[in-house]
């Protein structure tokens, strides 16, 4: 039976396109679409200052995209994304791929999303 998911999102933030991956599983665009994924991080770069620790604008440690509210490291996402590593991620708000030590304007308290119920949570707020 189909599911259709409703979800209120702030302005101008896409909702996920997804597609079947090889294992048949259900993924955001972003992690199967490497030029998709590469132009939505291009844009958190640009719109929200994605940046990397080492850049001159400092933030808080705690402040990381490893610690953050919309940051998806669920088992489901992660075999989307492929990297065992444990040091990526899905952002569910600016839709790519972002490594755990990075962070942005955006950055939300409350995370990693790591459990399907804890995501399903976050989606019915």
């Known amino acids: 039976m189909p599911t259709i998911m409703i979800s209120i999102l702030p302005d ?6 997804m597609e079947e991956n090889d294992n048949g599983s259900n993924c955001p665009l972003p ?10 991080r291009d844009m958190a770069e640009y719109q929200y200052n994605y940046r990397e620790p080492n850049t001159s604008i400092a933030f ?3 402040e990381s995209c490893g610690s953050c509210g919309m940051y998806n490291q669920t088992e489901d996402m992660m075999d989307c994304i ?3 590593s444990g040091s990526t991620g899905y952002c569910q708000l600016l839709k790519f791929v972002c490594s755990s030590e990075n962070t942005c304007d955006e ?3 409350g995370g990693p999303i790591t459990s399907d119920v804890q995501e399903e949570y976050k989606d019915n707020l």
């Open 60 to 62: 808080r440690n705690d």
């Open 107 to 109: 950055w939300v308290d």
């Open 31 to 40: 992690t199967q679409d490497a030029d998709l994924n590469m132009e939505n």
């Open 82 to 84: 492929g990297d065992e």
């Open 12 to 17: 101008g933030i896409p909702v996920d396109k």
